[in-house]
């Protein structure tokens, strides 16, 4: 089955404790992103990547770190998280000629 | 203190009628637009997608229009049932420059089906 898969589903931490938010995709896609979701925001892009060892920012990448060291693995990485980071992360894959996204069910996480 | 967020749009309508859900969006070199669908506790499930050579595309229920002119997208549901309550997102895909490849989306519009 065609699928994104994000562990873990819920984290809650505390502030300035480095955590990695896992993502992996089964359809070869070329492009994978990070968002997070937050109340009457929509879905804000943090990074993305086109291909392995291809990254770049989105439009709210402060505080975020990725890698794409293999095509079907795209971590989110918080060095230091802080509590303006709590929210509810998806990542999301698809085919570098297409556009369709294919999204993750998503990691919910709370920093206190 | 509590931060507060923006209002969602909001369309409520009575099951079997017809839902209309409006978006506009920013960019004149978007060259796809997407529908998504996003229930509560789900990640986001692709609907329907039109390119910008188009104006209309149809699908099982659902019907996309993309208006360039206005930088407007709308997605009708036809018949509205129960299970379509959720938030429905727009996103365009920019083309060209350093946002290539790059899906934007917009803030959602909450639907909500009653029976």
């Known amino acids: 089955e065609a699928q994104v898969t994000q562990n873990p589903r819920y984290l809650i931490t505390v502030t300035g404790k480095k955590l990695t938010v896992t993502c992996s995709q089964n359809?070869?896609?070329?492009?994978m992103s990070w968002y997070r979701q937050d109340p009457g925001l929509g879905l804000r892009q943090i990074y993305y990547?086109?291909?392995?060892?291809?990254?770049d920012k989105g439009d709210v990448p402060e505080g975020y770190k990725v890698s794409r060291k293999e095509k079907r693995n795209f971590p989110l990485i918080l060095e230091s998280p802080s509590p303006n980071q709590t929210s509810l992360y998806f990542c999301?894959?698809?085919?570098?000629?297409?556009?369709?996204?294919?999204f993750g069910q998503g990691t919910r996480l709370t920093v206190v | 203190g509590e931060s507060v967020g923006l209002h969602l749009p909001t369309l409520s309508v009575q099951e079997g009628d017809n839902s209309i859900i409006n978006c506009a969006y920013s960019?004149?070199?978007?060259?796809?637009f997407i529908w998504y669908k996003q229930e509560s506790g789900k990640g986001p499930q692709f609907i329907i997608d039109?390119?910008?050579?188009?104006d209309k595309r149809q699908g099982q229920r659902v019907t996309v229009l993309l208006n360039k002119t206005v930088k407007h997208l709308s997605l009708q549901i036809a018949a509205t049932q129960p299970g379509d309550s959720a938030v429905y997102f727009c996103?365009?895909?920019?083309?060209?420059?350093?946002?290539?490849?790059?899906?934007?989306f917009g803030q959602g519009t909450i639907l909500t089906v009653h029976p």
């Open positions: 996103a365009e895909n920019m083309a060209g420059g350093t946002s290539y490849g790059k899906l934007t």
């Open positions: 999301a894959s698809r085919r570098q000629e297409g556009a369709r996204a294919f």
């Open positions: 990547s086109m291909n392995v060892e291809v990254t």
């Open positions: 960019n004149s070199a978007s060259d796809y």
């Open positions: 359809m070869n896609h070329e492009y």
């Open positions: 039109i390119r910008s050579n188009m």
